[in-house]
Nanobody
Framework: QVQLVESGGGLVQPGESLRLSCAASASIFSFSHMGWYRQAPGKERELVARITNSGTAMYADFVQGRFTISRDIPKNMIYLQMNGLKPEDTAVYYC?????????WGQGTQVTVAS
């Protein structure tokens, strides 16, 4: 069973930055891709960013160049650097990894953007 553990969430003011981390219990090369989703209160979970096994990254339109997904292969970790945070970015952020026919999820980390 794969475990994903997120960290790095918190309370920040608009315009500030946060870096989320996700530690995987298996080699990240064992996954076809890994990524970050988020879920705000009363809303559906949505994709934020994803990085493939080969290192190709893709982002949701609302990211608008503010976020960067990256990975540290030896440490089996991925990161989400979030700059220029807005109140509408407030949500629980989840790390996810995928293999054929199965997705794994972390427990989530809360990000709150408020003045």
């Amino acid at each position: 069973q794969v475990q994903l553990v997120e960290s790095g969430g918190g309370l920040v003011q608009p315009g500030e930055s946060l870096r989320l981390s996700c530690a995987a219990s298996a080699s990240i090369f064992s996954f076809s891709h890994m990524g970050w989703y988020r879920q705000a209160p009363g809303k559906e979970r949505e994709l934020v960013a994803r990085i493939t096994n080969s290192g190709t990254a893709m982002y949701a339109d609302f990211v608008q160049g503010r976020f960067t997904i990256s990975r540290d292969i030896p440490k089996n970790m991925i990161y989400l650097q979030m700059n220029g945070l807005k109140p509408e970015d407030t949500a629980v952020y989840y790390c996810t990894s995928s293999v054929p026919r199965k997705d794994y999820w972390g427990q989530g980390t809360q990000v709150t953007v408020a003045s």
